[in-house]
C-alpha cells in the first residue's frame, strides 16, 4: 500500500520560495508510478502542477504553464521523497498542495500525469500560503 506524507508547508511572503516534501514509501517494484504534486484552493478544481515518471530509468517532466520556469520536481531516492521546490512565489500560488502517486502503463507521459487529479494514492496535503 502506497502512503504520501507532505510536508514543508507554511507562509512565505511574495518572491520568497519554499521547498514541499513528500515522504513515499509502500511501491512496489517492477511497477510504473507517475508522481505528481497537485493543489487546490478552495471552491476550485483540483489542478495539476508537476509531475514525473521514471520509466526504467528514462525520466519524463512536466509543469503546468503557471509554474514552468519557477517550480522543480525531483525524487530523492536516498531519503524516499519526492519534492517540490518552489521558487518566486506569488499569491496565485496559495492553496493546499498534495503529493500523489498512480499507476501508469510504459509510455505514459508526465504531462498527461498532470490531468489525474482524482485517482491514485494522495497525502493529506499542506498549506502554502503566499502574502504580497
Known amino acids: 500500500q502506497v502512503q504520501l506524507v507532505e510536508s514543508g508547508g507554511g507562509s512565505v511572503q511574495a518572491g520568497g520560495s519554499l521547498k514541499l516534501s513528500c515522504a513515499a514509501s509502500?511501491?512496489?517494484?517492477?511497477?510504473?508510478?507517475?508522481l505528481g504534486w497537485f493543489r487546490q484552493v478552495p471552491g476550485k478544481l483540483r489542478e495539476g502542477v508537476a509531475a514525473?515518471?521514471?520509466?526504467?530509468?528514462?525520466?519524463?517532466?512536466a509543469y503546468a504553464d503557471s509554474v514552468k520556469g519557477r517550480f522543480s520536481i525531483s525524487r530523492d531516492n536516498a531519503k524516499n521523497t519526492l519534492d517540490l521546490q518552489m521558487n518566486s512565489l506569488n499569491s496565485e500560488d496559495t492553496a493546499m498542495y498534495y503529493c500523489?502517486?498512480?499507476?501508469?502503463?510504459?509510455?505514459?507521459?508526465?504531462?498527461?500525469?498532470?490531468?489525474?487529479?482524482?485517482?491514485?494514492?494522495w497525502g493529506q496535503g499542506t498549506q502554502v500560503t503566499v502574502s504580497s
Open positions: 500523489a502517486a498512480n499507476l501508469v502503463p510504459p509510455g505514459y507521459s508526465a504531462r498527461s500525469c498532470l490531468l489525474l487529479t482524482a485517482t491514485g494514492y
Open positions: 509502500g511501491f512496489t517494484d517492477g511497477i510504473i508510478y507517475c
Open positions: 514525473m515518471i521514471d520509466s526504467d530509468g528514462s525520466l519524463d517532466y
